[in-house]
Structure formats: C-alpha cells, structure tokens
C-alpha cells in the first residue's frame, strides 16, 4: 500500500515540477499554449501540496505497517517460548 502512495506522490510531484516550468516558460517559446501563468502557478502549487500530502500519507503507512509486523513477530515468538500445555496467568 505505501508504495503505491509513493508512487502516486512521485507522479503529482512531477506533474507539479512540469506545471511549474510552463509557468515560467509559457508565453515565449510555445505561443499556442495557454499563456495565462497564474493558473499554472496555482496548478503547480496544488499538486505540490498534494503530492507531500499524499508522500506523508505513504510514509505513515509504512510506519504502521512496519509496527503492526514487529507486534506480531514478538507475539509469535512469545508463544514459541511458553511451550505446550504451560498456563500464563
């Protein structure tokens, strides 16, 4: 799951990074586009923004994930070591 967070983020971020050169180069080298750079200051701005949420969103994920294996790890090898027929109180 958190890679495919990672993922996600690294395609807003790059969507971002390209909304961000159209705005710096928007009106002198391709005269057919959309020379209106505020809207793509404002794209490039939101996807930014998106893109962190959605890399923070991934790197909780792994957190979590990470900790739910640890807890069940230490709960098996607890159970290794009791042994069979041992009562725990």
């Known amino acids: 799951m958190a890679r495919n967070l990672y993922i996600l983020a690294g395609v ?10 159209m705005a710096m ?6 005269p057919a586009l959309p020379a209106n750079g505020t809207l793509w200051k404002t794209s490039a701005l939101f996807l930014t923004v ?3 949420i959605v ?7 792994a957190m979590f994930e990470q900790v739910d294996r640890r ?3 230490l ?15």
């Open 12 to 21: 807003l971020l790059l969507f971002a990074a390209i909304s961000f050169v």
């Open 25 to 30: 180069t928007s009106g002198r080298m391709q």
């Open 50 to 52: 998106g893109g962190l």
């Open 55 to 61: 890399a923070l969103l991934g790197v909780m994920t």
């Open 71 to 73: 807890n069940e790890e």
């Open 75 to 89: 709960r098996t090898s607890h159970r290794g070591r009791r042994g069979p027929g041992s009562r725990e109180r």
